[in-house]
Nanobody
Framework: QVQLVESGGELVQVGASLRLSCAASERISEHALAWWRQAPGKEREWLAVINWRGSIRDYTDSVKGRFTISRDNTKNTAFLQMDSLRPEDTGVYSC?????????????????????WGRGTQIIVSA
């Protein structure tokens, strides 16, 4: 399985931008990658997913138009560009990998679909 390490989280002000990185220990081709978030006192929620070729991207409604998921397979890294950050964006952001070589559909909001997870990186958005 792929090992993942997130980075880039920090304390920022409302309206700021951040880019998170998810570095993989090996080639991430043939893996869909997703970003999840767990806010304080909240359940973990799915935010965004990208297929292994980068041709398909999906987002949960709360981040559409503000967050952009991307990947660079040559560097074995996924990214989450976050703009117009709000206090409710505060939380621990984790990336997950789903092995899917033929790009069949799967339930992106099912945590059990992801075989690898990073430990997470914390973002605090100060009002």
């Amino acid at each position: 399985q792929v090992q993942l390490v997130e980075s880039g989280g920090e304390l920022v002000q409302v309206g700021a931008s951040l880019r998170l990185s998810c570095a993989a220990s090996e080639r991430i081709s043939e893996h869909a990658l997703a970003w999840w978030r767990q806010a304080p006192g909240k359940e973990r929620e799915w935010l965004a997913v990208i297929n292994w070729r980068g041709s398909i991207r999906d987002y949960t409604d709360s981040v559409k138009g503000r967050f952009t998921i991307s990947r660079d397979n040559t560097k074995n890294t996924a990214f989450l560009q976050m703009d117009s950050l709000r206090p409710e964006d505060t939380g621990v952001y984790s990336c997950g990998a789903h092995r899917n070589p033929v790009e069949e559909g799967f339930d992106v909001a099912d945590a059990q679909a992801y075989e690898s997870w990073g430990r997470g990186t914390q973002i605090i958005v100060s009002a």
